[in-house]
C-alpha cells in the first residue's frame, strides 16, 4: 500500500491505515517520554547522583567512626595512661619551696664531681603556659671526665634539668665549661591565672 502523507486527513485519524496510526502513536509516545525524561527525570538523576555521593561520604564517616567505636576502650586506657604519665612528669618538676634545694643538689653534682665553680648564676624566672623556666649560667673549671661526670649526676637527679649552650674551652692546662643549666617549676594554679591575666 502506497500512502502520501496529503492524503491523510487530521480530522478522521480513525480512518488512517494502522501503519500511520502506529507511526503517529510511537511519534507522540517518544515525545512524551522525552518531555517526561527532560522535565522531570533528568532532574531527578542528578540529585540520585549527589545522594549517592553523600551516601560514598558518610560511609567513608561511618566505617572511620565504627573502627574509632571499636578502639574506644583502648584509647581510653591510652588517655589514662597518658594522664599519669603527665602527672608522673610533673611530679618531676620542683614546685617554689623545692627550688633553692634542686639548685643545691646541682651545685653539689659539680663539686663532687671534682669541679671548681667559677660562676653559678640563677637568672630571671620565665612563665610558660603550666610551668616556669629558670636558667642557671654556669661556669666550671676541671678535667674532661669530671665535666662528664656532671653532665651525668645532673641527668641522675629527681628532678628535671636539662644543659643548653654548652662550650667548653682550654685555660691554662685545664677545661672551662661554660653552659646553661635550665630548670623548670610547676606553676601553681593562682600564679598561672595571674599570669594570665598579665
Request: aromatic fraction near 8%; avoid cysteine.
Given at each position: ?43 531527578q ?34 588517655l ?104 623548670y ?14
Open positions: 500500500m502506497n500512502l502520501e502523507l496529503d492524503q491523510l486527513d487530521l480530522s478522521d485519524v480513525a480512518r488512517w491505515p494502522a501503519a500511520a496510526r502506529a507511526v503517529v502513536i510511537l511519534f507522540l509516545m517518544g515525545g512524551v517520554i522525552f518531555l517526561g525524561y527532560w522535565f522531570h527525570t533528568k532532574d538523576l542528578l540529585e540520585l547522583d549527589k545522594v549517592e555521593q553523600q551516601e560514598t561520604d558518610l560511609r567513608v564517616i561511618f566505617e572511620k567512626k565504627a573502627q574509632q567505636a571499636a578502639n574506644l576502650e583502648a584509647y581510653e586506657q591510652q589514662e595512661e597518658m594522664r599519669e604519665s603527665f602527672g608522673a612528669m610533673l611530679r618531676q618538676l620542683p614546685n617554689k619551696t623545692e627550688v633553692a634545694d634542686l639548685l643545691v643538689d646541682v651545685s653539689q653534682t659539680g663539686l663532687a664531681s671534682g669541679l671548681e665553680f667559677e660562676l653559678f648564676k640563677p637568672q630571671q624566672e620565665n612563665p610558660r603556659e603550666f610551668y616556669a623556666e629558670l636558667p642557671i649560667s654556669i661556669r666550671v673549671i676541671g678535667e674532661y671526665h669530671e665535666f662528664g661526670d656532671f653532665v651525668s649526676g645532673v641527668a641522675a637527679l629527681p628532678r628535671i634539668v636539662t644543659l643548653h649552650n654548652v662550650n667548653i674551652s682550654r685555660v691554662g692546662n685545664m677545661l672551662a665549661m661554660d653552659l646553661t643549666a635550665k630548670t617549676r610547676y606553676l601553681e594554679s593562682e600564679e598561672r591565672t595571674e599570669e594570665a591575666a598579665q
